[in-house]
C-alpha cells in the first residue's frame, strides 16, 4: 500500500523554468518530509526537507511548499538547469512504531533542456 | 570521511546462489538502513538497525537476512538467490533515528 503519492513521473522543463513535483501522504502521522536528488548510477541524497508545523522553506533554487490540511507538500526548483536534471525523490517519516522508516515516493525523473 | 560505502557495486548469480553485500559508514552513526531500489517503484526498506545488535525487518524482508556487530559495519545476506531479487541496493546511515539519511553508492545485483 503507497502512502506517499508522487506525480508527475517525468517532466520536462526548459533551462530557467520552474520545476514542479507534487507529492500527497495519507498517513497523518508522519512528521518530516524530506526530498532526495538522485543522479544516474549514484545513491538518493537529501536535498532539502521540512517539517508539518511551517509551510514552506527555501535553500537557494529550492523551494518545499507545505499544505498540512490537504496533505501535500511540493518542490519548486527555480531558475532550472541543466545541471539539475535528476531524478528525486519525496518521502515521509513515520512517527511511533513506523519512526524508523522513511516512505518513498515513486519518484520523478526531471530533464531540463537548454 | 568516506561516509557510507558499499561492496560490490556489481554483481550477477545464479538462481539458489548466496552472497553478502556490504556496508560500512565512519560517521559513527547508531541507524543503519538496506533499501532495494526498482525502476519506477522508489526505495523500499528492506532491514534496519538501530545500533551493533539490534536489527529489525522492514516493509520487504522475505529472502533476506542482516546483523549488525558494530557500529560501522551492516551487511545484507541473500539466500537462495531468485530473479526477483534482481534490483539495485542501497545501504544508508543517519545519526537520527529516521532523518537525514546518507546512502551508499548502491550495488547493482542481477539474478539469472
Known amino acids: 500500500q503507497q502512502q506517499v503519492k508522487q506525480s508527475p513521473q517525468s517532466l520536462i522543463v526548459q533551462k530557467g523554468g520552474i520545476s514542479i513535483i507534487n507529492c500527497a501522504y495519507e498517513?497523518?502521522?508522519?512528521?518530516?518530509f524530506p526530498w532526495y536528488q538522485q543522479f544516474p548510477g549514484k545513491g538518493p541524497a537529501l536535498l532539502i526537507a521540512?517539517?508539518?508545523?511551517?509551510s514552506e522553506k527555501k535553500e537557494g533554487r529550492f523551494t518545499i511548499s507545505f499544505n498540512k490540511s490537504a496533505k501535500q507538500f511540493s518542490l519548486h526548483i527555480m531558475d532550472s538547469q541543466p545541471g539539475d536534471s535528476a531524478t528525486y525523490f519525496c518521502?515521509?517519516?513515520?512517527?511511533?512504531?513506523?519512526?524508523?522508516?522513511?516512505?518513498f515516493g515513486k519518484g520523478t525523473k526531471l530533464s531540463v533542456i537548454p | 570521511n568516506a561516509g557510507v560505502t558499499q561492496t560490490p557495486k556489481f554483481r550477477i548469480l545464479k538462481i539458489g546462489q548466496s552472497m553478502t553485500l556490504q556496508c560500512a559508514q565512519d560517521?559513527?552513526?547508531?541507524?543503519m538502513y538496506w533499501y532495494r531500489q526498482d525502476p519506477g517503484m522508489g526505495l523500499k526498506l528492506i532491514y534496519y538497525?538501530?545500533?551493533?545488535?539490534?536489527?529489525d525487518k522492514g516493509e520487504v524482508p522475505n529472502g533476506y537476512n542482516v546483523s549488525r556487530s558494530t557500529t560501522e559495519d551492516f551487511p545484507l545476506r541473500l539466500e537462495l538467490a531468485a530473479p526477483s531479487q534482481t534490483s539495485v541496493y542501497f545501504c544508508?546511515?543517519?545519526?537520527?533515528?529516521?532523518?537525514?539519511?546518507?546512502f551508499g553508492p548502491g550495488t547493482r545485483l542481477t539474478v539469472l
Open positions: 544508508a546511515s543517519s545519526y537520527d533515528q529516521g532523518y537525514e539519511q546518507f
Open positions: 498517513n497523518t502521522a508522519f512528521d518530516y
Open positions: 521540512i517539517r508539518p508545523d511551517v
Open positions: 518521502a515521509a517519516r513515520g512517527t511511533g512504531a513506523g519512526s524508523y522508516q522513511l516512505t
Open positions: 560517521m559513527n552513526h547508531n541507524y
Open positions: 538497525s538501530v545500533g551493533a545488535g539490534i536489527t
